[in-house]
């Protein structure tokens, strides 16, 4: 017999113990009080009043010995219960036979007791005890029919095959109450279990996305989460962006990742799941109708999409696979879960667009949309930072517009502000990805170029200054730049500024529209 905290017991995770066996002492003394009742009740007045007591008390002084025990020694004597289950058996069993054997009204305690164990243990639980019952009746019965047991109970003159065919109907009931407690009872834990591991995972992604600070980590979050709560093989969020169209942000499983964005068509199951503003199952994916998905998930079925949405708003699109066995289907609590996660997800996806939003705007410049002032100190800081720790180079490139308060007089601030706009486009166009292009203030800008020596550095200096000559300004501009390349003999990132506005300084003295390495200055003092 296991006892109620094994591993077999499902229950032992969704009652608290301590519960369960207060509920189990409360039958154990109503048992004892109901045999007390019973003996000294008239109709069983040929019973052995003295030997029920004493097995009553006998019985109350074991189980409270036992609930001691068992506070003692907390997890040590988690089998001991299973000892008290034993024992509650034996005394229903002796008690019956003392106040008529098969005929007591006593043994009905069993079925009582069976229903018990097997709603607050587990249905394995009760099965195994409704066996040792069934053993204790059986062998009692034949013990009083050899003549081995003497009490108040008499089988003789009795049809031994009424008898037996009474005893087996018997047994038959109570085996029947206990299977129907039981299997009712199996399925409320596993619905119970199922319930709790649902919150459990929906409580874990929501901590996780607590802790994701960008749009893909959230993505990332939300995907991981739907294919480990559900064992899916394959799962996908496809985003909305602002300008309408859709990207794949985060994947899990064997995801075919390409760079193609058209997941909207009028046949697609995101475009019918967004107009429903449903989830929908999906057996199996068309490549004609729908040729991005089924190209990203070759050879999925199974499907479940659901929509993702923030106040009317469509932001995404979680697409997962189900793994199910032949024959079965998509169960409505995966839905069900998958459009809470995917809710979840919604509202913390919106945050950190807004979040990365705010940030963008705080380190752009407001007019021109390159990095501002603030965002070129960082990055240059870090630059300098990084090329001390591995020794590597980088230069840094200064240009600033020619003329521009004449520009500014003759066509207007607003002509001004509007070359500005075109000259920043030109730089970053034609920087690297790695570059960083800032408005460095009023008419000067900086471009720094990492694991760039100063051959490069001018190389992409004069390109930059050809480009803004060639290119379609509001109104036609030259620029003169200064190159600086980190050297460690310089103290830090103002030496380097110093050195390559020094070098800015020599272009526009030199006739303007030309570009000047620090390096290649006489005098390499900084002008006052």
């Not at 997890?75 to 289950?85: F, K, P, T, V």
Request: charged share 20%.
């Amino acid at each position: 017999m296991a006892a109620p905290a094994n591993p077999d017991v499902g229950a032992q995770d969704l009652v608290p113990l301590v519960e369960r066996m207060r509920y189990l002492l409360g039958f154990r003394l109503m048992a004892a009080l109901t045999v007390v009742v019973v003996v000294l009740s008239q109709r069983h007045a040929g019973a052995d009043v003295r030997q029920v007591l004493i097995l009553v008390a006998g019985y109350v002084a074991l189980v409270s010995l036992g609930q001691v025990t068992w506070r003692l020694l907390g997890q040590r004597g988690l089998y001991l219960l299973g000892g008290l289950l034993l024992l509650d058996g034996l005394f229903i069993a002796s008690a019956a036979h003392l106040t008529g054997g098969v005929a007591s009204p006593l043994r009905h305690l069993a079925i009582v007791h069976l229903a018990m164990v097997a709603m607050l243990a587990s249905d394995r639980t009760g099965l195994k005890l409704a066996l040792w019952h069934s053993v204790l009746l059986f062998v009692g019965y034949q013990l009083e029919k050899d003549g081995f047991l003497d009490g108040t109970s008499s089988i003789a003159g009795v049809d031994p095959d009424r008898l037996t065919l009474h005893l087996a109907g018997y047994v038959g009931a109570f085996w029947m109450i206990t299977l129907v407690t039981a299997t009712f009872s199996s399925v409320n834990e596993r619905e119970l279990r199922r319930r709790r591991y649902d919150l459990e995972a929906l409580a874990s992604l929501a901590s996780a996305l607590e802790s994701a600070h960008d749009p893909q980590e959230v993505g990332d979050q939300l995907v991981r989460a739907s294919a480990d709560a559900f064992a899916a093989p394959r799962a996908l969020l496809v985003v909305d962006r602002p300008d309408g169209s859709q990207r794949m942000l985060a994947s899990e499983g064997e995801v075919v990742v390409n760079n193609t964005d058209a997941f909207l068509n009028e046949t697609s199951v995101i475009s019918r799941c967004h107009a429903a503003r449903a989830s929908l199952l999906v057996a199996g994916l068309d490549p004609s109708a729908d040729p991005q998905l089924a190209a990203m998930l070759p050879g999925a079925g199974n499907l479940i999409v659901v929509p993702m949405t923030v106040e009317g708003r469509a932001v995404g699109t979680l697409v997962v696979e189900h793994d199910l066995r032949p024959g079965s289907r998509v169960e409505q609590r995966v839905v069900d879960m998958l459009e809470r996660f995917a809710s979840q997800t919604a509202l913390a996806l919106r945050g950190a667009w807004l979040m990365e939003r705010v940030q963008e705007q705080a380190s752009r410049d407001g007019l021109t949309g390159i990095a501002n002032r603030r965002t070129f100190d960082q990055a240059l800081e870090f630059e300098v930072q990084r090329v001390r720790r591995t020794g590597e180079v980088f230069s840094l490139v200064l240009l600033d517009l020619d003329h521009f308060k004449i520009l500014n007089d003759t066509h207007g601030h607003q002509a001004g502000d509007q070359v500005l706009r075109d000259v920043a486009e030109v730089l970053a166009r034609y920087s690297r990805d790695i570059d960083t292009v800032a408005r460095y203030g009023g008419e000067e800008f900086a471009v720094i170029l990492p694991a760039c020596p100063e051959s490069g550095a001018l190389h992409s200096a004069q390109r930059l200054l050809l480009e803004i000559n060639s290119a379609d300004i509001a109104v036609s501009v030259t620029a003169s730049a200064g190159v600086a390349t980190w050297t460690p003999d310089l103290d830090g990132a103002e030496q380097l500024i110093s050195a390559a506005d020094t070098a800015l300084y020599a272009s526009k003295r030199a006739g303007r529209d030309r570009v000047t390495a620090w390096a290649d200055l006489a005098d390499r003092r900084t002008p006052p």
